[in-house]
């Protein structure tokens, strides 16, 4: 039962990741894919503890999922700062209200 | 283990059969179901929504939300009897719990951060317009 339980979690888990997929392949601002791809670590590291209830070694494998887990945060961090191109606030308001006075 | 044949006759035959169901194990298999919907939620509004935020809202909620429920459910399946080992699991994974419900959140907060000083800006009304006769 635990057996059957295990592999349609993780077939229905693998089949959704299908549309983050997609949203990587067609997304348009790279902050789409980023997003894409943080989900998609996310629910790898639900995958891994899935895993390891089919082995039955669930002991082992929750350590896999806290150390990918750590990594998924910090990978989508260093690429949003990476992304980012620092413009602070204040400047984006001094230059709306710039072109405001332009027009 | 808990005697369970008084309370659930469905449940008494899966325990006559030998597959060793527990109570606790049912609320398990709720908890995994009901985080695939959540699941599903993202997914829908991963490919239907017009915009970067809007996806961005679908992701953020339905991803820490359907994760937590699942790693719940999991360690209520796993958890077969009431040894110290078991009870070591669940605290294992209740952390991984605790920690994704702290970084989720702060990623998709940072993300959120640099796409909005990185000039993307939000869909208006006029913009959804234009779409549509597109």
Known sequence: MIDWFSIVMGTALFLMMIPMVYRIW????????????NVIGTKTAVLLVIIGTLF????MFVDFAIAYALLNFVS?????????????????EEKEKAKEVEA | M??????????AEAVDKGGGIFPLQLIGFA???LGLVFFL?????????????????????????????MLAGFALVTMEDFSLGSWLLVVKIMAIVLFLYITCPTSTHALMRAAFEDDEM????KDLAKRKKK
């Open chain 2, 41 to 69: 939620g993202t997914a829908v509004g991963m490919i239907r929504f017009p915009d970067f935020y809007t996806r961005m809202h679908a992701a953020g909620k339905g991803d820490t939300l359907s994760t937590m429920l």
């Open chain 1, 76 to 92: 989508a961090i260093v690429v949003s700062r990476y992304l980012n191109r620092t413009v602070s606030l204040r400047d984006m």
């Open chain 1, 56 to 59: 039955g070694r669930v002991d």
């Open chain 2, 122 to 125: 939000p869909l208006e009304e």
């Open chain 1, 26 to 37: 067609v997304g348009p601002t790279p902050f789409d894919r980023m997003l894409a791809v």
């Open chain 2, 2 to 11: 808990i005697h369970v044949q008084a309370v659930l006759p469905v449940v």
């Open chain 2, 31 to 33: 908890l995994g179901v």
